[in-house]
């Protein structure tokens, strides 16, 4: 185990999460995530990955706040750039960088269907923390 305490960076690699095409929770879990750690120093890294369009009011005030506690935010493309800095306040977090995950190589495990199927198939997981206890 790592302590949550031990924690001196937050890397999120989510991909296309925040965005008002898939509603409010991951926004408003993140937001909250954000919070809690800023209050404890941590840095938090948003890798590069698509963003918007943001429509929804409550997508629009949970976002703005996770721009305000990341400390770097990279944007994969420029549309993502554009609909960050439409509802963002501090520009200077925010920067355009080349995607990593076209690099990496996808592990198969049972019940995923091959590449070579000629079926596009997606692995969408949600946001869980674990809090364990602080001593050991």
């Known amino acids: ?52 369009p943001f429509n929804n009011p409550i997508i629009i005030k949970n976002m703005q706040q996770i721009i305000n506690k990341s400390d770097i935010i990279y944007v994969r493309d420029k549309s993502s750039q554009k609909y960050l800095n439409g509802i963002n306040k501090v520009e200077n977090n925010i920067l355009l960088c080349n995607d990593f995950t076209n690099i990496l190589k996808p592990k198969v495990s049972n019940g995923m269907i091959p590449l070579n199927s000629g079926l596009t ?13 602080e001593s050991r």
């Open 1 to 52: 185990f790592i302590l949550d305490s031990e924690v001196k960076v937050v890397i999120d690699s989510s991909g296309f999460q925040y965005s008002s095409q898939w509603g409010n929770e991951a926004t408003i879990v993140m937001a909250k995530l954000c919070e809690q750690w800023k209050k404890q120093n941590k840095k938090i890294i948003l890798m590069p990955q698509a963003y918007g």
């Open 121 to 133: 198939g997606f692995h969408l997981t949600k946001i869980q923390v674990n809090k364990p206890k």
